[in-house]
């Protein structure tokens, strides 16, 4: 009998041991599934933020690329500026030369005028001159012709 109790404590012990480890593996496939579910919701939650990681980076390529644009035509405008004060440059050159040209011809043309107004008045005096001669010739034949 003591064997069929040892053999009955054995398969007991065995049986103890078997729900142990069935009991263990059954914790250790829970925690399986736990780690398992844990792990998925961590990996959803990296490609949540991964995902709003790529929108941000999509927004700055977008901000990067307004940037970009508005230095382009700030630029352009910055040209199209420096060509207009260029025109500008160039037109007020050109009028300050026709302002000395004008100047110049204004200076010729009172010389012009000087000379004529001189000229006129010599014919003057010498018309003055002649009809005092004439006068005086008159006078002469006038007196001849009395005598």
């Known amino acids: 009998m003591a064997n069929d109790k040892i053999g009955r404590e054995q398969l007991r ?6 729900r142990d480890n069935a009991e263990s593996e059954g914790r250790v496939d829970e925690k399986d599934r736990r ?36 230095l382009e035509q700030m630029r352009q405008e910055r040209e199209e500026v420096r060509h207009a004060a260029e025109a500008a440059r160039e037109s007020a050159e050109q009028a300050r030369s026709a302002a000395e040209d004008a100047r110049h011809a204004t200076i010729e043309a009172v010389r012009a005028t000087a000379d004529i107004l001189s000229a006129n008045l010599e014919q003057m005096k010498y018309l003055e001159e002649m009809r005092r001669v004439s006068r005086e010739v008159q006078d002469l034949i006038k007196k001849a012709g009395s005598n």
């Open 35 to 70: 780690l398992t579910e844990e792990s998925r919701v961590l990996d959803e939650a990296a490609r949540g933020e991964a995902e709003q990681l790529r929108r941000l980076a999509e927004e700055s390529r977008e901000i990067h690329e307004q940037h970009r644009e508005a």
């Open 13 to 18: 012990l065995e049986a103890q041991k078997t």
